[in-house]
């Protein structure tokens, strides 16, 4: 059985069961993701990718779908992860990246995309055709948005069955915070009403293809969560009760909750709990990843001192130079900006790492601090999860394996939160 589809039903038969989504396309976050679900015997991983970052233009990753699908199982093949225990998920799949062509123009370019991904076996596809193009009003009308999101399925529908893929499980709904977090000043959220949710439903389930419909198994909705540079809005169960036991009586679905980064243990034990039994996870799992690489060079500017690679100074340089990713985000000046650029939960940075200079930078810190390890006192000063990891022997003083210890803390608290059954392993 698909192992979505056995997930969900588990989840609805009551089972305290949820599916975490890794929503992330850097390689140490991928590893650190396989070799996570392999200590801790997760039964599958979901890993996603967004239409921004990867499609057939290439993305911002510069990958098209099959490309990062053969991305993934090379890394699988390293770790030593069981490919039949991947599923790979399309996120926000539409004409998002097209919004500036004419809405036609837009959805034929969102049938190639949603073609490739099918093809290349990516089993959970986000219909989301929520963006106005540019000749479309704003907002853009929901009979509209489930119209388009019907043709995104047909043309799914007619991929699997020429590839010879599995079919795929579909996300729908598109009430969701801004990618990457608010850019604003956080103020309470509207909880998506029931109506909305179920309006939403029977709009797209008029439109889809019968044989299809069968296969979705999500709604996105707005539970109450959200975070911005600098702060996070937790889940308040008593807010979303409503909107948690509305979907009861709706067969083979449970509600997609995105923006959980940052969420504490018991919100997404509460959140999976309260039928949100699918959670996002991306800038979260970065932002620990860039906690543990600042961790690395404060170790080793006190190993090395003026030898060392000053890694940090330069990922901040090429930030500066090339303010393209964050200058839309982050409107500080001053030492006020330098500390958003590092530290804001929005995690702008995370689109920098595959820049040239920065790999160079990261690959001399590297091998630095493999030819001068850094001491058991160092490493317990700045990186104490992954020192308790080195003390119980489970991974080594390698850099690479210090960063991705620190990064498996956060998923952890997915991993308990979604499986019942592992929490005491985890």
């Known amino acids: ?25 850097h390689p140490m976050v991928i590893e650190s993701t396989l070799r996570h679900a392999l200590r801790r015997d997760a039964p599958f991983v979901l890993i996603e990718a967004t239409s921004n970052q990867v499609n057939q233009d290439g993305g911002y990753t510069g990958m098209k779908p099959a490309g990062f699908r053969d991305y993934v199982s090379q890394i699988a093949q390293r770790v030593g992860f069981p490919e039949e225990r991947i599923v790979l998920g399309g996120d926000h799949l539409g004409p998002n ?33 929520s963006m106005s193009c540019a000749d479309d009003p704003v907002p853009l009308p929901e009979e509209t948005i489930a119209a388009r999101a019907a043709r995104l399925c047909r043309v799914a529908e007619a991929a699997y069955a020429d590839a010879g893929t599995q079919p795929p499980v579909y996300v729908i709904g598109t009430e969701v915070p801004v990618p990457g977090g608010a850019t604003e000043d956080l103020e309470p959220l ?44 937790d889940y308040r169960p008593e807010a979303a009760q409503e909107l948690s036991q509305s979907l009861d009586d709706v067969p083979g679905m449970v509600f997609e909750a995105h923006s959980t980064d940052y969420q504490t243990q018991e919100a997404l034990t509460a959140l999976v709990r309260d039928h949100f039994a699918i959670l996002k996870v991306g800038p979260g799992l970065t932002f620990a990843l860039r906690e543990a690489l600042w ?15 000053n890694f940090r100074a ?21 030492a006020d900006l330098q500390l958003d650029l590092q530290y804001s939960l929005s995690d702008r940075i995370r689109y920098y790492w595959p820049d040239p200079q920065i790999t160079q930078a990261q690959e001399e810190m590297f091998a630095n601090l ?22 119980e022997g489970t991974i080594t003083n390698d850099p690479a394996e210090l960063v991705m210890a620190h990064v498996m803390t956060t998923l952890d608290t997915y991993l308990q939160a979604t499986d019942a059954g592992d929490r005491s392993n985890a």
């Not at 439903?201 to 707005?222: C, G, N, S, Y």
Request: net charge negative.
């Open 295 to 309: 961790a690395l060079d404060a170790m080793e500017r006190d190993i090395l001192g003026e030898g060392a690679s």
């Open 314 to 334: 330069r990922v901040l340089a090429v930030m500066n130079d090339n303010p393209g990713h964050w200058k839309k985000y982050y409107h500080s000046s001053g």
């Open 370 to 391: 493999r030819a001068s390890p850094p001491p058991l006192p160092l490493i317990s000063q700045y990186l104490p999860q992954s020192y308790a990891e080195l003390r």
């Open 97 to 129: 990246a097209w919004t500036s062509l004419s809405a036609e123009e837009a959805m034929e370019r969102s049938d190639v995309l949603i073609d490739q991904y099918v093809c290349a076996g990516f089993a959970k596809i986000h219909l989301d055709c």
């Open 190 to 233: 509207q909880v998506t009403s029931p109506e909305a949710a179920h309006g939403t439903i029977a709009m797209h389930k008029e439109l889809f293809p019968t044989e299809a419909w069968d296969r979705v198994i999500a709604l996105v909705v707005q539970p109450g969560v959200e975070f911005d540079h600098h702060q996070v809005l």
């Open 1 to 25: 059985m698909n192992l979505l589809l056995d997930r969900v039903a588990r989840h609805k038969a009551g089972e305290d069961v949820g599916i975490y989504s890794v929503c992330s396309a």
